[in-house]
């Protein structure tokens, strides 16, 4: 089973225009319902694609952004950034999450058409940040679910996805309060594996 430095590495590196920097991939694996992992042995678990094969991975990313320039362009919409995560996809992850970075940050900039019901992921906060919006949680994200038998990596991996809401993950308006309150039950269930551990010492 891999550990959660090695989950991080592989998420970063084999879907760099998804997964930009450590909150994207805390976000995805504890708070998006779907996500392909589940709790086994202590650790979350890619079950759809458990081999993580970063080539095979890197190569359906490709075909992924060539699907979506293909239906941008049917649309008539602006195809440069998929020909630019083309482009820097034979280059290096590295490129393609700064290249991710700048259009998330042009995407927040752009007016939308009157009635439009696009719903952005990211905003800039009033001091130009980045932020993103905290996935609408219900009861089977994982974060509610931590196992008693967490490895003590993914538990610090828990609780930093926990510490990352009001910083870089911010509630959606109309959301925050059902939102918080599964995040006090997630923290409850934490705070009382640390504790029987404590107390096991």
């Not at 879907?15 to 994207?24: H, M």
């Not at 996500?35 to 075909?63: F, I, M």
């Not at 490129?95 to 700048?102: G, H, L, P, S």
């Not at 918080?180 to 269930?189: E, I, M, P």
């Amino acid at each position: 089973m891999p550990p959660y430095t090695q989950t991080k590495k592989y998420l970063m590196d084999a879907y760099p225009s998804l997964f930009v920097d450590e909150a994207d991939v805390l976000h995805h694996l504890f708070f998006v319902n779907g996500n392909g992992y589940e709790w086994v042995d202590g650790q979350l678990v890619d079950v759809c694609s458990p081999e993580q094969d970063l080539d095979a991975t890197r190569a359906q990313d490709k075909r992924r952004l060539e699907w979506e320039a293909k239906m941008a362009a049917a649309k008539g919409s602006d195809t440069r950034f998929y020909e630019q995560q083309l482009a820097l996809i034979a280059k290096s992850p590295a490129a393609q999450r700064r290249a991710e970075r700048q259009y998330r940050i042009r995407r927040c900039t752009q007016r939308r058409p009157p009635g439009s019901r696009i719903r952005d992921c990211h905003y800039l906060d009033e001091g130009g940040k980045l932020r993103r919006y905290l996935y609408p949680l219900c009861e089977y994200a994982d974060i509610l679910h931590v196992p008693d038998d967490v490895k003590s990596d993914w538990l610090k991996a828990a609780e930093k996805a926990l510490s990352l809401v009001g910083g870089p993950l911010v509630h959606r308006p109309g959301e925050t309060q059902r939102n918080k309150l599964y995040l006090r039950q997630a923290q409850k269930r934490i705070d009382g594996i640390k504790e029987k551990r404590h107390a096991a010492r």
